[in-house]
């Protein structure tokens, strides 16, 4: 352990981080920890990232930097989770100057959002933007596919005096299907199920459906050529990359056809494509038959990320100190399969925890997990560093903040998501920890406020899972065994581990926090 962390000797970490004692509070451990979450969520809103990325100037509007004219030129289009909350903040901005627009929403966001009293998100009765609702369950449909039709009609009608801001979130893969002819909505849907069941990755995922769309890969982009195109993004995908996010209709990329044949090979589903994907794939260069103009359109894109699971983490950091603990964050880019996820977390847990000094094998191990679930070497040697110093020096309780998509391997045919089956196998890991408040308390929770097809967003669990499921007749294994993770915590104790904030109304990918409670100082 002092081999691998002697760069950081000469100065203790958290000496350049903290100086005073940490706060302490009343709250229940699982309390601040669903706090915590909230303000991860909260940072995130779409109204508030919107309204901080547009500033009006007369007739004239700043985004990131760039002045962009306003003479009654303004349309708009957007897709995704967040996206009515977006426009309507948008509107309210611009609104003056907006010809039309056209948004692909949730089925039944704007029901919800009256119900809920969120009315700051809806559009005005006299709003110039039509809104399309579909994609029920998150997955593609006719409602989606109309939609992202009409989009399509209203940026090819765009000319050079135009301006086109285009608003894009999580879930907007789903909520712009536009599959390439001969491809039917219920092929392409096939397929992604196929990849998603395997176990790809949003970033595998992603590649195939811009190989299969008229508007992603840059096609949203195509179309309204030569219009100026301004694109606000909440960015669900790892890293941000701009070509990814919702199959980044307005980032011009090639289709490599080696590329798609080789994630459809790893998974092994070439054998089980349909001819019209086959026929497409065997013609990659040509997604777009007609061309309003032969030069390239990628000069008069803008996009700007303007939320993203880093701008949560770091909101998530500041409650977390306001409730007496001292914030870590780890890396907004874990990704993996959710056993390796739950391994490090088990890791890093044991290696906090420990009231001796941890054996130096596991920080070997710790560095040797960081390639697999997307954590740098560099990061976690800065957070054991800080978990170190935190367990030997006394500065109190520590909130280890991570975000990011694992990924899980479906084995069976249960109601969950990743979120809670994380919990469910750190929950294990955890176990020989000890309880709260003296023991580590983990959350994992999807900021869109829906793991999988269910109502909760994720769970909470800490080393007292397993014997309080055991005292229940619930069979830890069996569950995971057959991805019914929603179903275990809706059992146990009458679903009180359950993370239900309800319609987030944003998407940023998941928050994964690791609370470790202030040890007694017995190393010299």
Not at 150 to 177: N, Q, R
Not at 182 to 211: F, H, M, S
Request: aromatic fraction near 4%; charge should be neutral.
């Amino acid at each position: 352990m002092a081999r691998v962390l002697s760069l950081f000797r000469s100065q203790p970490f958290l000496r350049l981080v903290a100086r005073r004692k940490p706060t302490f509070c009343k709250m229940s451990v699982d309390t601040r920890a669903r706090e915590v979450f909230a303000a991860a969520v909260e940072a995130v809103q779409p109204d508030t990232v919107v309204r901080q990325s547009i500033k009006r100037k007369e007739d004239s509007v700043v985004i990131d930097g760039r002045t962009f004219t306003l003479k009654h030129n303004l349309h708009l289009v957007g897709f995704g989770k967040a996206v009515l909350g977006m426009a309507a903040e948008a509107e309210r901005i611009v609104g003056d100057h907006l010809v039309k627009g056209v948004i692909s929403v949730p089925h039944g966001i704007q029901q919800t959002l009256q119900q809920h009293g969120k009315d700051h998100l809806l559009l005005k009765e006299n709003s110039r933007i039509k809104v399309i609702e579909g994609a029920k369950h998150n997955l593609p449909d006719a409602d989606a596919q109309k939609a992202a039709e009409m989009i399509k009609h209203l940026a090819s009608e765009l000319t050079e005096k135009d301006l086109l801001l285009v608003l894009i979130s999580g879930g907007g893969s789903a909520l712009l299907p536009a599959p390439i002819p001969p491809i039917t909505l219920q092929e392409k849907l096939d397929v992604t199920r196929r990849l998603a069941g395997a176990g790809a990755t949003i970033q595998e995922l992603n590649t195939i459906r811009r190989a299969l769309s008229l508007l992603k890969g840059g096609g949203l982009a195509h179309h309204a050529h030569p219009a100026q195109v301004v694109a606000l993004i909440l960015s669900d995908v790892i890293g941000d990359p701009l070509d990814l996010i919702a199959s980044g209709p307005t980032v011009m990329s090639r289709v490599w056809p080696e590329e798609v044949l080789s994630i459809l090979e790893r998974y092994k589903l070439l054998n089980l494509l349909p001819t019209s994907v086959k026929e497409v794939l065997d013609k990659p260069n040509s997604r777009w038959k007609e061309n309003k103009d032969e030069s390239d359109p990628s000069g008069h894109v803008l996009n700007a990320v303007i939320g993203s699971n880093g701008v949560a983490l770091k909101r998530a950091g500041l409650r977390a100190r306001e409730l007496g603990f001292l914030p870590v964050v780890l890396s907004p880019s874990v990704c993996g399969d959710v056993r390796s996820v739950s391994t490090l977390y088990g890791m890093l847990a044991r290696f906090a925890c420990s009231r001796e000094e941890p054996p130096p094998d596991i920080a070997t191990e710790v560095l040797k997990l960081g390639p697999e679930v997307g954590v740098e070497s560099w990061d976690l040697c800065r957070t054991m560093q800080v978990l170190e110093e935190g367990r030997t020096e006394g500065w109190g309780a520590t909130c280890l903040l991570a975000g990011g998509e694992p990924t899980v391997e479906l084995t069976g045919k249960g109601r969950g998501g990743r979120n809670q089956e994380l919990a469910m196998r750190v929950g294990l890991e955890l176990r020989s920890l000890g309880l709260p408040p003296k023991g580590p308390v983990f959350l994992s929770g999807g900021t869109d406020g829906q793991d999988g097809p269910t109502e909760a967003a994720g769970a909470i669990t800490d080393g007292g899972l397993y014997d309080e499921a055991k005292a229940q007749g619930l069979d830890i294994d069996n569950f995971l065994i057959n991805n019914d993770s929603y179903t275990f915590f809706s059992r146990l104790s009458g679903g009180q581990r359950l993370l239900v904030p309800g319609l987030t109304c944003t998407n940023v990918m998941d928050v994964h926090m690791l609370l470790i409670p202030a040890l007694p100082i017995n190393i010299r």
